[in-house]
Structure formats: C-alpha cells, structure tokens
C-alpha cells in the first residue's frame, strides 16, 4: 500500500473528466455543423480564402510569408484570437486528457492489475469506462471537420500578435494528423494492453449472456416477479453480483464490441445495449457497457483469432444490435466500422466474415427480440409497482428488483430510440415502432416514485440490515482470511466499525447519511488487491469481494438511492432525439389504452438536466430550453385531448339538457289537449324521442358514444395521477393547470359561441337558453374533479367573470359585450322608434302591431325571467357596463337638449316669469321651436331609463338569491340616508345601492355621467350659473311642451299595457331623474325646482282643457295622466303637505297646505 500509485483516485478523476471532454467535443462538433449555431468567424465570406489555405496547409502552414490569403487574419488578429482560443483550449484539454491516460494506461499494465467485474467491480468498470470514454473522445475528435480551420487561425494570429506559435501547436497539429483515421492508430496505441483488457472483457463471459437472454427465458423464470414465490417474498434481494445486476446491457455491449472509424459520422440515437441481467450505469457510463466489448475487442482484436471465448463474447454482443453510442447522439455503425478496419488486416478474413453474419442476424432477429423484451417488461413493470405500492414495506428487501427493473427498461428504450432513427430496410418496420412506449415509461417513472416517496421505509431497512447483518458478516469474513496486513486489516476493520454504530434512530432523528468515504475506500482497496505484487491479493478472497459489493450497495440505499435512480433510469437520450420523443407520444395518444399513460413524455423532461457536465456550461441554457420546450408541448397536447374529451360530453349533457326546456313540450301538451277533447291528434312528420330515451337500453354491452368519452375521460385523467408537479430545471410544472388553462380558454368560446351572436343580423340567443346552456355545461365540469384534481370552482369562477367583463383575458369580446350592443342596437333603437313598446304592467318591451315587424319578439328578450337570465349571466359588472353605455346615449340625447335650450333660450326665460298669464303663455310658446323634437329625446331617454330599471330590478333579485346576508346591509346603509346627508356620502351610498341594483332617490350613474359630459367648468360662477339656469329653463321647457302630445294619435294610453302606445309615459322617469341628476351635479334643491315644474305643467295642462278643438287633442286624456306619472315619483311624495285627491265627481285637485290658493285641472276620466 506503501507504494501504490493512487490508481482508484486516477481512474475516478480521469473518467469524469474525460466525460466532460467527451461532452466538450460533442458540443463543438455540433455547433460547428449547426448555420444557425455556428461560429461567425467561420462563416465570415472574408474569412474563406484563408479557411481554405489552412485547411490545405495544415499543419505546416507558412505564416510569415506575404501570403494573400491571411491578410483577412491579419486584420482581424485580435478578434479571431478572441473567437478561437475558447477552442483552442479545449483541443488541449484533449491531449492533457490523453496524457493523462497514457500514463494510467501504462502504469496499471507495469503493477499487472487483476480484473474481474465480479470481485472487484468498481476497478474493473471504472478501467473500462476509461477505455471507451478515451475512445469516445478520440473519435469525437476526428469527426469535427473544422478542427484545423478553428486550431491554424489561432497559431496564426498567435504568430502574428506576439511573433511566435503557440508552444502547443505542434503536438496539437500532429495529434489532429495522427488521428485523421483514428482506428488504425487507436489499435496500435492499445496492442500493448491486448493481455488486461481481454482479461478485463472476459469477466464478462458470465454477466453478459445472463443478461442478454431471450424473453422466452425470461418469462419461464418469471423475472422481476414478486408474486411466483410469495413464500420467500420478504426474503432480501441478494446474489454473489449485487452491482451487475442492475449493469447496462448497453454499457457492457460497447465493452465488448469496439468503437467505428472516425470517418463514420452519424447524428442519431444509437446505445446498443449489452448488459448482463446484473448491472447499470449513469447515462455516459450506460453508453460505456455496449461500447467496451465491442471497442475492447476493436482495441485489442487480436484475441478474436487466438481465444474462442473472447470470439463468442463479440459475436453475442454484434447480434444484439446494429448501432451503438459514442456520446448522446452520436453514433456507430458497429458492422460497417468492425468490417473496414479488419479488412485491412491480413488473417482476417474469417472475422469478417463473422460481422457480415452478425449483421444479417441483428437485422433479422434483433428488432423482434427487443420488441418482445419491451412488451415483457410492461407487464413486468406493471405488476410490480402494484405490489409494491400496495405493499411499500416491501421495498426494503427487494429495492433490487426496482433497480433491475428500472435498468433493463432503460436499456430498451435506449435501443429502441437509436435504432427508430437508422431503421434498417426489413420487410418488418414495425419491430422498430412501438406505439406503447408510455407504459413503459409511465410504469418507470411509477417506480422512481415509489423510491422517492418511500425512501424512509428503504433508508431504515438497510440501516438496520448493515448494522445487524453485514457488519455482522464482514467481521466473520475478516476473522477467516489467513493473510491480513495490517493496513488492510486497519481499513476492513474500519468498515465493520463504521457499519456497527448505525442504528434506528439515526433514521427517526433524520440524521444525514454519507457513506461516501466507505465505498471510495473500498474502491481503494480494490485498486490496492488488484496489483500482482500486492501483499493481499483480492481474488485470492471472493468472498471478501462479494460481502464488500453487496455492502456498497446497502450504503447506496441508505444515501445515495436518487444518484442509483439516476444511473438505472436516465432516459435523457430523448433530449437529443425530439423527433422520435414527439413520434413515440404522437403514437402513444392515438391509442386509447395508452392514454393513462401519456404524463410519462413530460415526466421524463425532468431527466434532461442529467446530461450537462461542468466543462461545457455554454449547452446548459439550450438543454433547459429544449427540456421547458418539450415538456410544455407534452403537457398541451394532454390537456388539449382531455378538455376536449371533456367539453364533448358538456356538449352531449347541453343537447340533453335543452329537450328539457319549456319550448319543446309544446307539441306533448298539444296532444294532451287533443285528447282531452276527444279530438284526432294531428299527424307529425317526425316523431321525436322523449328525453330520457337514451338511457334505456336492453343490453349493457352495447355502448353509446357518451360511454365511451367516459371511458376516454377516465383514462387519460388516470395520467395526472403520475405526480402532482414535475421539476425541470428550476421550473416547477404543475400539470394540472395546463388542464385548467385549456378548459378556461374553451369554455369562454364555447360561451361565447353558444350566445349567437350575429353582429350583421342582429340575432343573438335568449339568455335564458344561455343561462340554462351554461349552467349544463358548469353541472357536468363539476364531476371533472372526480377524475382528475381541478379546482372547477375557481376554473368556473374565472370564465364567468370575465364574461362579465367587455372583452376576456385574451382580448376577445364576451357576453357583456354581446348583450351590450344587441339590446342598444337592437331593442332599444326599435323603442325609440315606437317599433317596440315598454309594458310597465308587464314589466317588458313587446312589439307595435306594424308593417314592418322586427325580426323578433320584444318580450322574449326584456320579460322578467329573461332579464333575470341575463343579470345571472353578467352579474353586477356587466350590468354597471351596460349601465355605462346606456348613461352615454343618455347624455348624448341630453347635450341635444341643451342645444334646442339655447336656441329657445329667451323665450324660455319669459315664460318661466309669466306662467300664470294665459293669453301671454299662448303667444310666447308659439314662438317655441323644436318642442316635439324635444319630447322625442326625452321620450329616448325614458325608454333607455325604463329598461335600465327593470334590468337593475332583475339584479336586485339575484343578487338577494345568492348572497342575501350582502343585501342586507346594503339596504340598511341606503335607509340611514337622508335628506341632511353630505351629496357626497349620499352619492358614495346610492353607487353602492345601485350597483347591488336597488333604486335610488338619484341614480348615480346618470349623476356621473351628465358632470363627464360638461367639458368647461370654470372656477368663477359664470359657468355654473349657466349650466343651472339651462337645467331650469329646460324643465320649463319640457312642462310647456306637454300639451302637444295630445295631437299625437300615437299617444293613446293602453290599460293593457299600462302605458302609451308611443312610450311617452317613460317621460316621466325621464323628467324626475335627468332634472334630479342635473340639480344634484350643480348642488342645488331639487324639490324647489320640481315644484316649479309642476306649476308650469299644471298650467298648461289646464289650458288643454279648456281648448275649444277639442277634438284635435282627442288624447287629452292620456297625457293628463302623465302628470300623475311625473308626480307618482319618490320626489313628489316629498313635497311638504301634498296630496291627490279623487272627489266624487271625478275631479282631481291638487291641494298644497303651503300655499293660499287652489289650482284646479279638469280631467274628463
């Protein structure tokens, strides 16, 4: 031990670093092959004659001759030093790394080491992972076509910067030449390490067939089963190769074949696996198993003529496959290389041969093989992570099973994804796809869960199990051996020490674990045993060994069971292939049975970043874009096909749901009367089936197509059962919310799309089919948490409410907006017209009897059940923006008003002064101009004020349904207003009414609306006083105007309607509320003006009376009601002391205690 040479510490420092040399060569071959990644001083045009002079040259490239063609270097020296040194560095980071392995090379083959991968394990694999990593890199190496371009434009600006080469350039160049076909001098390099490397593959002999067994086999051997022996069941996991149980077959395959030429060049999967049943490695390593047999024997070949075992060995390991991996997705043609180099060698012939055979058999047998090895395994796999998750105890003494398992699942995988992208030409491609690829991964990530969440029942297992069991037997196993220096006797005893401390309560306390330094010591003295001259020779102790191994893994258990998943289940080969990742989902999903399996495509993203290595940080950003990339692509498509799933059977329920509206049962109900009356029922062209009939059914195993989106439905939301979140990178992907994402965007057009709405036609659907349309919809989405974990009640809260808004989170416009712009486009401008007419003793709009009918029914759309449907819809925002719209044609009509004011502005003075003189009062409105205009825009805003009124009233109602304990405080707040109250707070209170839809003394929003609309609001009194006195001499205005609606045949007054036939009665709710919004904007009295108001409609109504044409104002009568309308209002009842009295002689009088006379209206009832 004195005089060892560190050969486990090398070994373990030289294969990660040569690993993260491999992943360095890797990156620079593909960026320099990539237009869009490429270098710029590569693809610079002025760059190009001196690229293709140094390529030419190299590497004896004339640097200080007036060359022509290096003048663009010249130029540009400090900016291509800048470009290339990066480059530069890592081409020597190549040669130190081959230094390096030299020297190790050489020393283990000086001390004459002993390798047996099942004694000293870890000694063996690490100095075969050293191998192949070397080769890999090597190879790597020559298959970059711009490594001269990159390593000449370096010296040469060098050269001319500081006037000399690079030190290194020589030794750099001539590796670059010696490598040019990298098999023939990779050959010679390994001819004086042929004796330890054959010794090394040969130990293989036992592991590899084992493991490279056919399905039949396995099937008769029940492999992985844990229910074929249910008596041993709780027995632990054990055997003589605990570490090559879970090998890669790919690993063990490129051990033992041989790495291609360097002039083979090809970008796609290929990790040919050749594993015996026993062992796994991580993904460089995984890559290693397949590639050591088949690059050791290329290395050392000539033990194929000389030793028939190594012949076998090579020949099992070129059937298995036809491709295997260098590195990701860099790959060899095995076959091709293995034959061009032996080709050249003279007693050969037969090897050749033996590889054309080979070839022929991996193209005729091997897909079929690896296809039913991929189907055993789903049922495998399945079945074990039912038991096993039924039985998580269970885990503790089979955890090697999971690994197993996990292994040579990875492994078929990985051969099946280099081989789908170089598919050979057979009669049979279909050995190549497998569209059932998500089971299998599903079930892998299953069982790293399990792992994962159980790892406390693993980790207090095998604790006690080192402490009671193999401290136990390794002390046993030390007091045995007849040779024991004391060095090693001091490290063993060391082991047993550490293991018999342990105990339970380390685990209950959640002490951290590390037994790191016990299996690096152990590799130490495998290193240490492994020397010929040793003073304790490990192969003279296999039991030593085999206690050891298993030990090592029992520590892993305890402390490094992710780093075991990661080396059993990285799949992250998918990262460089997306392709064939988006093929086999695209595959997958077609299927029905494999749609609960779907979550494993986006699981498997999370593995991506297993791949980065620490010398090559300028791959990280891209590898965590492509794993965000594909996992989201995943996570759509899923969620896409679920809610799409989902919203078909909403569809399915809505149809059902519509045969049950009112309008449906017309013809039954007609029927009925025809039978009632003993009268022949009137023959139907088409007889419907009754709702319900589609449940009956006189044999459950037919099906409808409601049963099977059920059925669809239950199995893709069984995928969301994988995991709750998926880590990649640093992003924590929940899956369900892509769900939620999806169903939010096609729920609201769905809505949308199910309002109808015709912007050219004006057509749009009732909203109570809406109402009842969408809440069909919000009862079948309720039952979706059943499958899947949604928050429906927040998915449904969010569509709604925007819907209640204008326009949605993405811009489009929704119900609001819809509903909006019908009922003001449509509606309501057939109302200002007198097309349509408000029916207060309906509390509806209907339609005038008219040659021009509009294109539909007034109270289908404003009666109180359909108001109330749409209150349901648009809630109290939307109803404050339809409020909102109808406040601007309100204050629209009222700036016309203002106008026809102005112009009749004297005059309107001089009758206010003179009301109570009749003949004057004659002659002055005579000289009025625009009356009827002006009642015409009163009536407008009427109309528009009616119908907010009774949309607000319908809210009212809602809203006291669905949340009375907020109404009620609501009302008491609006009681404890009174006249006394600040118009401020008064104001703040009635928004507040109003927006829960209660009616106010002033409406709020018509305050808000008229003081937006007055542009120039000076700070001296001109401007104020001018406003006021407009507001004033309109009412004069609108009370002396009046009369003249008695011409007005249209002004007849309908007791079946309760109002006008030309809806002048909504002047009074015009009248009360613009003068009351008007009045409280300037903060002046609103009962002083309104009496005044009713004093100039008193007077001229009494005129109207006394008119001796009577028979031109036939409709005298209806307008005297009007006034009763305009003094019906909350404003009026104010009044101090007034009254209206009916006496027996049908005369009204107006009384007022306040004043000394009586004024008289005769009204002719």
């Known amino acids: 031990m004195e005089n060892h040479q560190k050969l486990a510490e090398k070994l373990t420092i030289l294969n990660d670093r040569g690993n993260g040399v491999l992943i360095r060569m890797n990156y620079i071959k593909k960026i320099c092959a990539d237009v869009k990644l490429r270098p710029p001083i590569l693809t610079d045009k002025i760059m190009e004659p001196a690229i293709k002079y140094i390529t030419k040259k190299f590497p004896n490239i004339d640097f200080r001759g007036n060359i022509q063609s290096l003048i663009s270097i010249q130029r540009q020296k400090s900016e291509v030093m800048e470009a ?29 080491c002993f390798f047996d991968i ?19 890199v090597i190879v790597t190496l020559a298959r970059i076509d711009e490594k001269k371009a990159l390593v000449g434009m370096f010296n040469c600006a060098h050269e001319m910067t500081k006037g000399s080469r690079d030190p290194s350039y020589p030794r750099l160049s001539q590796m670059f030449v010696e490598y040019e076909h990298p098999w023939k001098k990779l050959t010679e390099e390994f001819g004086p390490h042929t004796k330890l490397v054959t010794a090394a593959l040969l130990s293989l002999r036992m592991i590899y067939p084992r493991r490279n067994l056919p399905v039949e086999q396995w099937r008769s051997a029940q492999l992985l089963s844990l229910l074929n022996a249910s008596a041993t069941m709780l027995d632990p996991a054990c055997c003589a190769t605990m570490a090559c149980e879970y090998l890669s077959l790919e690993v063990m395959e490129r051990w033992i074949i041989s ?124 079945e074990l992570a039912t038991v096993l998750e039924d039985e998580p105890g269970l885990l503790g003494p089979k955890a090697l099973f999971v690994f197993m398992a996990l292994s040579f699942s990875r492994d078929e995988v990985q051969w099946l994804v280099r ?65 024991c220096p004391e060095e090693e006797s001091v490290l063993l005893s060391s082991f047993v ?38 003073p304790l020779l490990i192969k003279d102790y296999p039991d030593l060994a085999k206690v050891m191994n298993m030990i090592q893994f029992h520590t892993k258990m305890v402390d490094a069971t992710e780093e075991l998943l990661q080396e059993t289940s990285n799949v992250s080969i998918f990262c460089f292939y997306p392709r064939v990742f988006e093929k086999m989902f695209c595959q997958s999903s077609e299927q029905m049975t494999m749609k609960r399996y779907l979550m494993a495509f986006p699981s498997v993203c999370s593995h991506f970043h297993w791949c980065r290595h620490t010398l090559c940080p300028e791959e990280e950003e891209a590898i965590e874009k492509r794993s965000l990339r594909s996992c989201v692509t995943f996570l759509e498509q899923i969620a896409s096909q679920t809610s799409a799933i989902m919203l078909e059977i909403c569809a399915e329920q809505c149809n059902l749901n519509d045969q049950l509206l009112p309008k449906h049962c017309v013809e039954a109900i007609s029927a009925a009367r025809y039978r009632k009356q003993k009268k022949a029922v009137p023959k139907r062209r088409v007889q419907k089936e009754k709702p319900g009939g589609e449940s009956l059914r006189k044999d459950r195993i037919i099906t409808t197509n409601m049963d099977k989106m059920h059925l669809m439905l239950t199995e893709i939301c069984s995928s969301y059962s994988l995991c709750s979140d998926i880590l990649v990178y640093e992003h924590i992907i929940v899956p369900t919310e892509f769900l939620s994402s999806h169903l939010e965007i096609r729920l609201s057009e769905i809505i949308v799309r199910m309002a109808n709405y015709n912007q050219t036609t004006q057509e749009i659907a009732r909203p109570t089919e809406l109402l009842a349309g969408v809440t069909a919809y919000g009862a079948s989405l309720q ?23 204008p326009l949605d989170s993405r811009g489009v416009p929704t119900l609001t907006n819809f509903y909006t712009n019908w009922y003001l486009e449509s509606l309501l401008r057939l109302a200002s017209n007198s097309l349509v007419v408000h029916c207060p003793a309906m509390h509806c709009f209907v339609n005038q009897i008219s040659d021009n009918n509009p294109a539909f029914r007034a109270e289908e759309f404003s009666d109180i059940s359909e108001l109330r449907a749409l209150a349901e819809l648009l809630g109290p925002y939307g109803l404050k923006f339809l409020s909102e719209n109808l406040m601007w044609h309100v204050t629209s009509q009222v700036s016309e008003l203002k106008k026809l004011v102005v112009e009749n502005m004297d005059v309107l003075v001089q009758m206010r002064n003179n009301f109570d003189k009749a003949e004057e009062m004659a002659n002055l409105k005579r000289m009025l101009t625009g009356g009827e205009n002006l009642l015409k825009r009163m009536t407008i805003i009427g109309v528009i004020l009616s119908f907010r009124w009774m949309a607000q009233d319908c809210l009212k109602e809602v809203l006291q ?44 929003a018509l305050v808000s609306a008229i003081r937006s609309m007055q542009t120039e609001i000076y700070a001296d009194n001109t401007s104020i006083d001018t406003e006021y006195k407009l507001s004033c001499l309109l009412l004069v205005f609108i009370a002396v105007s009046l009369p003249s609606l008695a011409l007005d045949p249209n002004s007849s007054y309908s007791r079946e309607h309760g109002g006008h036939n030309n809806n002048v009665h909504c002047l009074a709710l015009a009248i009360n509320h613009v003068a009351a919004a008007m009045l409280t904007v300037q903060n002046k009295n609103i009962e002083q003006h309104l009496k005044e108001f009713l004093l100039l409609a008193s007077s001229a109504l009494l005129q109207l009376g006394k008119n001796e044409q009577k028979a031109e104002s036939k409709n005298r009568e209806s307008v005297y009601l009007l006034l009763h309308m305009v003094r019906s209002h909350r404003f009026h009842e104010m009044l101090h002391g007034t009254v209206w009295k009916v006496n027996s002689a049908t005369k009204l009088k107006f009384i007022s205690t306040s004043r000394v006379s009586f004024i008289l209206i005769e009204l002719h009832l």
Request: proline content about 3%.
């Open 84 to 112: 290339t040194t990066s480059y530069y560095d890592s081409f020597l980071d190549v040669i130190e790394f081959r230094d390096h392995v030299y020297e190790l090379l050489n020393t283990i083959d000086a001390s004459q």
């Open 118 to 136: 099942t004694i000293n394990f870890d000694f063996t694999k690490s100095y075969l992972d050293l191998i192949i990593t070397y080769t890999s």
């Open 259 to 382: 790495k291609c030429s360097s002039h083979l060049r090809m970008t796609t999967i290929s990790v040919i696996l050749l594993v015996n049943n026993n062992t796994i490695l991580g993904d460089n390593n995984l890559n290693a198993a397949v590639f050591v047999p088949a690059v050791g024997f290329l290395l050392c070949h000539s033990s194929l003529n000389s030793n028939p075992s190594s012949q076998e060995l090579w020949k099992m390991a070129l059937r298995s496959g036809l491709y295997i991996t260098v590195t990701r997705d860099e790959l060899l043609s095995i076959h091709k290389v293995s034959e061009d180099l032996f080709d050249g060698i003279k007693g050969y012939g037969k090897r050749v041969a033996d590889i054309k055979e080979c070839r022929d058999h991996a193209i005729a047998h091997s897909g079929a093989l690896h296809r039913e090895r991929r189907h055993f395994l789903r049922g495998a796999l399945k």
């Open 419 to 483: 081989h789908s992208e170089n598919m050979p030409k057979i009669k049979q491609p279909e050995d190549y796809i497998d569209n059932q690829m998500a089971e299998l991964l599903f079930h892998m990530e299953k069982l790293k869960g399990l792992m994962r969440k159980y790892h406390y029942v693993v980790q207090r297992y095998h604790i006690q199990y080192l402490a009671q069991f193999d401290a136990l037997v390794l002390n046993d196993t030390i007091q045995n051996m007849h040779v």
């Open 497 to 534: 020490s550490t293991l018999s401390v342990l105990s339970v309560k380390q685990v209950e306390s959640k002490e951290e674990f590390d037994f790191r330094a016990v299996r690096l010591d152990w590799l130490r003295l495998q290193a240490y045993t492994s020397v010929n001259k040793a």
């Open 783 to 805: 039952t979706l948490p059943n499958y899947v974990t949604v928050d429906m009640a927040r998915l449904l809260k969010n569509v709604l409410l925007q819907q209640t808004q």
């Open 961 to 1004: 349904k669905h949340c009375p304990f907020l109404m009620g405080p609501i009302e008491s707040l609006k009681d404890c207003i009174s006249p006394d109250t600040d118009i401020k707070v008064t104001l703040s209170v009635f928004e507040l009414a109003s927006a829960a839809g209660m009616s106010c003394d002033v409406d709020p």
